[in-house]
């Protein structure tokens, strides 16, 4: 048995004697129903792509986002595990599915990109999951808005929300959640923090130095940079709500619905507060797609697959869902 097995089967076993009652039950029949002819014990929906970066040697790799992992246990408190029973209601085979992923890739020895959101909420048991599974293979991860979520969607969720709890979910991760770099044949993979619709002056001057390497660069991010054809259809898809996506044009995000009657501590729940574009973002994305060493953008957050040109050199791929089996495996050349 190979040691990424040996700690999966521990970690569950481990999981189960830890979980209360009715957690325990839940994961069962989960299990029983991922067993059936038609459960997910395979990622439904793979599709294969080609990117040309020019890579050294050419090589593979599996792209999933938004897994959603609902663990808990007895360290975590009473809301905590009401949490992770409702919204395991919402993400039944994200587990499964992540094992799929997970057992995919290594079948066909591919290294494995994750765009965010892995776990649903912060729980001990969600990062110590992490870090193990994190520990044995070959990846490379950017943050999701939900690694650093304490309770899904009960503050206002910004750098200062954010240091709650990042040290902590930085020490599960093999890479920098912030800014990190890995050269792999002859392309440097860059991941960057924008969970929270912007990206900093600091983080900019990060991608300068990255450009200034010379070489072919793969951005991963969670939310996916604007781009005209893809938030007009999330826009219509939603009846304007919001766009969803990191630096959309001001005359855009004026748009997006607002609900006037909330609070005034509660103003932050508009769409058009969490997702207005700031000067530095805008700085960004314009100089980005300036950078002719740029030549695809990785990303998740919308839960459905889109593909749609940036700049001159690069397409952006949104990846559907983790917890619905979907991947992208994608060929580097």
């Known amino acids: 048995m190979k040691r990424s097995e040996f700690l999966r089967l521990c970690?569950?076993?481990?999981?189960?004697?830890?979980?209360?009652?009715?957690?325990?039950?839940?994961?069962?029949?989960?299990?029983?129903?991922?067993?059936?002819?038609?459960?997910?014990?395979?990622?439904k929906d793979i599709r294969k792509i080609t990117i040309n970066v020019?890579?050294?040697?050419?090589?593979?790799?599996?792209?999933?986002?938004?897994?959603?992992?609902?663990?808990?246990?007895?360290?975590?408190?009473?809301?905590?595990?009401?949490?992770?029973?409702s919204r395991q209601r919402?993400?039944?085979?994200?587990?499964?599915?992540?094992?799929?992923?997970?057992?995919?890739?290594?079948?066909?020895?591919?290294?494995?990109?994750?765009?965010?959101?892995?776990i649903d909420f912060v729980s001990d048991a969600n990062l110590d999951f992490v870090a193990m599974q994190l520990g044995v293979g070959d990846w490379f991860a950017s943050a999701g808005n939900h690694e650093y979520s304490q309770y899904v969607g009960e503050a206002k969720e910004d750098a200062a929300y954010?240091?709650?709890?990042?040290?902590?979910?930085?020490?599960?991760?093999?890479?920098?959640?912030?800014?990190?770099?890995?050269?792999?044949?002859?392309?440097?993979?860059?991941?960057?923090?924008?969970?929270?619709?912007?990206?900093?002056s600091e983080q900019h001057e990060l991608m300068r130095r990255e450009v200034e390497k010379g070489l072919p660069i793969v951005l991963l991010c969670h939310v996916p940079f604007y781009t005209p054809k893809h938030c007009a259809d999330v826009l219509k898809g939603n009846n304007g709500l919001a766009g969803y996506v990191t630096g959309a044009p001001l005359e855009i995000t004026r748009t997006y619905q607002t609900n006037p009657s909330l609070p005034a501590d509660e103003q932050w729940r508009n769409r058009s507060v969490q997702q207005h574009s700031d000067e530095p973002t805008l700085e960004f994305i314009a100089w980005l797609k300036q950078q002719p060493l740029l030549k695809a953008i990785l990303c998740g957050h919308c839960h459905h697959f889109y593909e749609e040109q940036f700049s001159p050199t690069a397409t952006q791929y949104i990846v559907g869902a983790g917890y619905n089996g979907a991947a992208y495996e994608v060929e580097f050349r």
């Open 11 to 43: 970690g569950g076993a481990l999981l189960l004697t830890q979980l209360p009652k009715p957690l325990i039950a839940k994961v069962n029949a989960g299990a029983e129903a991922g067993n059936a002819a038609e459960g997910p014990s395979s990622l």
């Open 90 to 118: 919402v993400f039944p085979w994200a587990e499964h599915y992540f094992d799929a992923a997970i057992r995919y890739a290594r079948e066909r020895d591919l290294m494995m990109l994750h765009t965010g959101d892995l």
């Open 162 to 200: 954010k240091a709650q709890s990042f040290d902590k979910v930085q020490r599960a991760y093999p890479n920098d959640l912030k800014v990190a770099s890995r050269v792999i044949n002859g392309v440097n993979f860059v991941a960057l923090d924008n969970v929270y619709y912007n990206v900093t």
């Open 54 to 85: 020019g890579a050294t040697k050419p090589f593979s790799a599996l792209h999933i986002s938004d897994t959603h992992l609902t663990r808990v246990d007895e360290r975590d408190n009473e809301r905590k595990k009401r949490l992770s029973l």
